[in-house]
């Protein structure tokens, strides 16, 4: 019996619900599928290439290889515009939250050509997987999509944070135990210019875009409770909001 063909791509590259699925998939189904992973830049492709299949994006290799894929994997939409009739197309996405994004956006209030964009998606994939029945209902509004292709049997990444030991990678990521605080607190925001979107007014003279603003009384609240506040943006905005200096913050990249 032939082995399905299945090519994965994510934003980072090798990261977010592809990689999750990944390695699901991988344990499950070794014998029964070969994986392939498009890496978007060459620096990420020589550090990855020993670690797993991988092919370069917009290369021969790539482009001799795709009309072998079986199902194609994506969180941001990509290799939408190289999609097959006879090949599955899986819209994993990259998260789930209260941001108003595609077709939930007023035409207004949507960035230029990003309505083309969206049409294109919602034409070429088969089905999005989404946590439960509630982002079930949402995502088939986002995307336009039909509500049965949206299939809500569980978010990847999610799987992968319920079942990991979050203070020992926590720890091994810092460099320090984080268990000699009293709590951890996350703050992971989502990209808040969307794709140049018109009402996203980023505030970036600190680091929650707020105004007002007491950075002295975030830190003495965090001293005093014993609290780690642990920020990790979107790897679009990582340059773009000031570093504090405190050893209750830390920032992940």
Sequence with gaps: MKKLNVMFQSKPNFSDNAKSLYDFMKKKYKDK???????DNLKDFNRLKHKINCVLNDSEELYNLFPEIDIIFTT????????????????LWHGVGPK????????????????????ELRE???????PNNFWQLIFSAIFKTNYNRVLPIGYPKLNTIVNSDGIKNLSKILGFPVDV????????????NGCNRKDANVNTNNIF????????KLINFLKEN???LCVKRHFSEENIFPEPLCENIFSIK
Excluded: S
């Design 226 to 228: 014993n609290y780690l």
């Design 209 to 216: 875009d707020l105004n007002p603003y007491d950075e002295k």
């Design 33 to 39: 599928m070969n994986f392939y992973w498009v890496i």
């Design 181 to 192: 605080y009293k709590k951890v607190i996350f703050y992971t925001p989502t990209f808040k």
């Design 76 to 91: 941001h939409g990509q290799l939408k515009e190289r999609k097959l009739e006879n090949q599955i197309y899986v819209n």
């Design 100 to 119: 108003k994004i595609g077709y939930l956006l007023p035409n207004e209030k949507m960035a230029k050509n990003d309505d083309v964009w969206y049409e």
């Design 124 to 130: 070429k994939t088969d089905y999005i997987i989404v």
